[in-house]
């Protein structure tokens, strides 16, 4: 990426800043149903933790990679599932794939409550 060096600092540090947020929070493999987005998803670790009727709407995937990844792969799974409008989340694991044997991915389910 090209960015003008006449430009001021506070500009390309925002052009920076934006690209990269822009790369992290489009990661999320998502392949499922859509709805309006929600402010709040609720994080499970086990189907038998959820109280409530509810349905799977979705399947997402996250490469973890890097410092903190175990975390931050969470981080986008939930980011993703309130733009999808989930009411909550099961986090599956990890499986291994993709290109490399020792490429980790992060698993989950998107969830809608049934009313």
């Known amino acids: ?7 001021p ?9 934006a690209t990269f947020t822009f790369h992290a929070c489009k990661t999320v493999s998502y392949v499922g149903d859509r709805y309006q987005p929600t402010e709040q998803v609720d994080v499970y670790y086990a189907e038998r933790d959820i109280k409530q009727e509810y349905r799977v709407i979705g399947h997402l995937s996250e490469e973890v990679k ?9 981080q986008q ?37 049934i009313e």
Request: proline share 2%; charged share 25%; glycine share 12%.
């Open 9 to 17: 600092k506070l500009v390309r540090t925002l052009l920076i800043a």
């Open 1 to 7: 990426m090209y960015i003008n060096p006449s430009l």
């Open 77 to 113: 799974i939930i980011a993703k599932c309130r733009e999808v409008g989930a009411d909550g989340v099961i986090i599956l694991g990890f499986d291994y794939g993709g290109t490399k044997e020792t490429e980790q991915y992060q698993k989950a389910q998107a969830i809608k409550y």
């Open 66 to 74: 890097g410092i903190n990844g175990e975390e931050r792969a969470k």
